[in-house]
Nanobody, 128 residues
Framework: QVPLVESGGGLVQAGGSLTLSCAASQHLSSSYDKLYRMAWFRQAPGTGREFVAHTSISINITRYADFVKGRFTISRDMVNKILYLQMNNLNLEDTAVYYC?????????????????WGQGTQVTVSS
């Protein structure tokens, strides 16, 4: 069972907006209170996976990659156990597969190696 399931990707024109969602599987939901941090990463064709944003679950401290500051907002719904990424003013360089990740226990950060659980990704394509 895939621990995290992303949705909300699609095709959007440059300057437009999308909101991505990440829902925890039934298995991970039972451990949701043990999650320390959740994050969004992305991977464009021919490149490695790069950090986009993360949020600490219990104290709601967020961090963003410089290239999305002021345009993207990460948030979480603790009741429904959903992580969001609101993306505004999208540009062509934002085209990528976006992945949700989660970590149990302190740590995580901007490295993909710091996360225990991953989704399968959702494609975001920005057109001119």
């Amino acid at each position: 069972q895939v621990p995290l399931v992303e949705s909300g990707g699609g095709l959007v024109q440059a300057g437009g907006s999308l909101t991505l969602s990440c829902a925890a599987s039934q298995h991970l939901s039972s451990s949701y209170d043990k999650l320390y941090r959740m994050a969004w990463f992305r991977q464009a064709p021919g490149t490695g996976r790069e950090f986009v944003a993360h949020t600490s679950i219990s104290i709601n401290i967020t961090r963003y990659a410089d290239f999305v500051k002021g345009r993207f907002t990460i948030s979480r719904d603790m009741v429904n156990k959903i992580l969001y990424l609101q993306m505004n003013n999208l540009n062509l360089e934002d085209t990528a597969v976006y992945y949700c990740a989660a970590r149990i226990g302190p740590g995580g950060g901007v490295s993909e190696a710091g996360y225990d659980y991953w989704g399968q990704g959702t494609q975001v394509t920005v057109s001119s």
